[in-house]
């Protein structure tokens, strides 16, 4: 496996990568053209220009998380067929970089969903943090504005202020469209994009849901186990795969993270692992990676990744903010450096265990 970071670009993130590059393992970055819209295609010299930004630091652009989907190919709209003929430019543009990996996700309107952006832990530091019961008290429109308002100054991915000014017309664009008809959709998206996939040896790795579960009366299809094979036996494609994370299909305390990875093999192109810790099954937040300080067996996690062969790049996932950092909130340097660190300790008392 090869550890990275998620990293937004020099223009976006308090984190730079001089810091990433000292991170003891940290070979790689995962990145992406944070200012493109969804939809568009992606300019060759764009492309070209980070990746050299990141290997002049010394690291790897070892993937890109995300090229965002139009939203007129999650409903199946008439126009579809355009924007997916740019998502196929982009995905030749990056192939002829060198680029082999993309991470996207099939959520309609919201890429994730979290109640609280700073929920103080007994330590002293901050945690994303989601309740049910939140939710249910909140239109879209009041979540978007509270977590705006906790940001930190951040724009944060999927929850862009120029796509939430349009949260009712989203909204009523996907009236009509249920676990079917967005399952349909994936499968055309899918069956369009694997012959460009195969001539450049591009993986595509959906993101779960997150939570794992219906937000809004919104559908929900990547969410466990049956419907991530469901969704890898309509389209069976080596190249179409997954990005296995730990945090979001852990929402739901139903689904067996070392199971569902076992059930992968071959087909977890790039994992997310991060800790959870459970109050209620509707009340979760974000803990420190250590298997202790949550609710998930980190070990088992990671057994099963080394288990089943898994050799794609890995990251730690949303960190606490700690020692008084102002930075996206879970994407600060501090305790991602310390996950990413703790993940290479249990990655390597696996692999000696194994000789």
Known sequence: MQMTLRWYGSKYDTVTLKQIRQIPGVTGVISTLYATEPGEAWKT??????????????????????????????????????????YITTLERLGQADIHLVCYNFMPVFDWTRTELARMRPDGSTVLAYTQE???????????????GDANGSILPGWEPQRMAHIKELFALYKDVDEEKLFANLK????????????????????PDDPAWSVFGLPRIIINKANI???????????????FCSGSYGTNL????????????????????????????????????????????????MLALYETGFNGP??????????????????????????????????EAIEKQHF
């Open 314 to 347: 890995i990251r730690p996932d949303h960190g606490r903010m700690i020692w008084d950092e102002v930075a996206m909130p879970g994407y600060g340097l501090y305790d991602r450096a310390l996950g990413a660190t703790y993940l290479n300790g249990l990655w």
């Open 45 to 86: 010299a764009d492309i070209l220009s980070l990746k050299k930004e990141i290997q002049d630091a010394g690291l790897e652009l070892a993937g890109i998380e995300s090229v965002n989907i139009h939203d007129a190919i999650k409903i199946g709209s008439p126009d579809r067929d355009r924007f997916i003929d740019n």
């Open 229 to 243: 094979l469901r969704m890898m036996k309509m389209v069976d494609n080596p190249h179409n795969g997954v990005t």
């Open 188 to 207: 055309y998206f899918l069956e369009r994009i694997m012959p460009v996939c195969d001539k450049y040896d591009i993986n595509m790795a959906i993101h």
């Open 134 to 148: 939140a939710v249910d008290a909140l239109s879209p429109e009041d979540m978007f504005a509270s977590i705006n």
């Open 254 to 301: 139903e689904n067996d993270l070392p199971d569902m990875i076992r059930s992968l093999k071959g087909r977890i192109h790039f994992a997310h692992v991060r800790n959870l810790k459970f109050n209620s099954p509707t009340d979760f937040e974000e803990s420190a990676h250590l298997s202790r300080d949550g609710s998930f067996d980190m070990y088992q996690i």
